[in-house]
């Protein structure tokens, strides 16, 4: 499975900005897709889930700001960030799960000014 994610770039506080994922290759069976992202010297963390189904799951931090979303048919996953926050400053990786394994994306980096 490779992953091919854009969006990202530097945004005032209160902007939106949208990333998105597109998984080619082994792409049968995809199960889980979701955004996570890795703040300078912290862990990388969990900001949105969303599963085959549709159902999502999101970080505490970022719920009511930011919306995932799927299209099966083109194996894409999107994350729309609204009322950004220079806290969501962080470098954002895709990630799908197939068969168990974790695929990851490059990361992108996004920077809010305050």
């Known amino acids: 499975v490779q992953l091919q994610a854009s969006g990202g770039g530097l945004v005032q506080a209160g902007g939106s900005l949208r990333h998105s994922c597109a998984a080619s290759?082994?792409?049968?069976?995809?199960?889980?897709m979701g955004w996570y992202r890795q703040a300078p010297g912290k862990q990388r963390k969990l900001v949105a889930h969303?599963?085959?189904?549709?159902?999502?799951n999101y970080a505490d931090s970022v719920r009511g700001r930011f919306t995932i979303s799927r299209e099966n048919a083109n194996n894409t996953v999107y994350l729309q960030m609204n009322g950004l926050k220079p806290e969501d400053t962080a470098v954002y990786y895709c990630?799908?799960?197939?068969?168990?394994?974790?695929?990851w994306g490059k990361g992108t980096l996004v920077t809010v000014s305050s």
């Open positions: 990630k799908v799960v197939r068969s168990g394994i974790d695929y």
């Open positions: 969303i599963t085959s189904g549709g159902s999502t």
């Open positions: 290759g082994s792409i049968v069976s995809i199960n889980a």
